[in-house]
């Protein structure tokens, strides 16, 4: 039960870190600047409403993300041999081409990744080894199952991201808008009616459509006799 409690408040602070972020990136977005501020809200819209409809890019992007993190935390097992900043690189490259070609690849490295942190911190299965090897199974199974939600939450989750970035860049001295630059609560809960929101209208809106089939042919009426 601690080990599972240390692992909610590492959620929390992790969430917290991405929270405090917002208002700065916003604070580079110039007021003066709106045309970017305009392009980072269009992109944001796009993904948050319609990331389903490029999943193969917003499968590139997770890769490239979740390949950067992984990196991060091999860093020191390579340090001996490879620089410390390379691993990262190394990893969002990797996992980013590979998910290009195959996108169904980031939904399943997350979950094996979700998993096996998961089953590390919490240890509810074991040791360390087995209770990881345990949390990573289920987490690939469950992503396999629900790949399509994992890549509507994550495009949702990055296009809520960057409009509430340049919302508040755009915005940000503005009554209620100001407020929530101050409170990180306020933004978090706004985030994740975003995310939820998104999420639920793409998959709502069910797999793109494929390319209709040629209209028959109307059939030939025989030659009448003179």
């Known amino acids: 039960m601690t080990s599972a409690i240390a692992l909610l408040k590492s959620w929390i602070e992790a969430s917290g870190e991405i929270l405090a ?7 580079r977005l ?20 319609g990331g389903l409809r490029i999943g193969r890019v917003v499968a590139v992007l997770g890769g490239a993300v979740l390949g950067y993190f992984l990196g991060s935390l091999l860093a020191p097992v390579g340090r001996a041999f490879l620089p410390e900043d390379l691993p990262p690189w190394l990893g969002a490259g990797a996992l980013g081409a590979a998910s290009a070609f195959f996108p169904v690849l980031y939904p399943l490295a997350l979950g094996a990744a979700a998993g096996i942190l998961a ?11 087995l209770s990881a090897l345990g949390f990573g199974v289920v987490g690939v199974a469950v992503a396999l199952l ?32 100001a407020d929530l630059a101050r409170e990180p609560l306020v933004l978090g809960g706004v985030l994740a009616v ?26 030939e009426r025989p030659p009448t006799a003179a």
């Not at 089953?119 to 080894?129: D, E, F, N």
């Open 194 to 219: 975003l995310v939820v929101a998104g999420t639920a209208f793409q998959l709502g809106r069910g797999p793109p459509a494929g390319p209709r089939p040629p209209a028959p042919k109307a059939a």
């Open 146 to 177: 629900a790949r399509r939600v994992v890549v509507a939450a994550t495009a949702a989750l990055a296009g809520a991201l960057l409009v509430a970035t340049a919302g508040l860049a755009l915005y940000g001295r503005v009554g209620v808008v």
């Open 119 to 129: 089953g590390a911190k919490a240890q509810v299965v074991g040791g360390v080894l």
């Open 21 to 27: 972020a917002v208002p700065v990136a916003a604070t």
């Open 30 to 49: 110039e007021p003066g600047s709106w045309p970017l501020a305009a392009v980072v809200a269009l992109a944001g819209l796009t993904l948050l409403l």
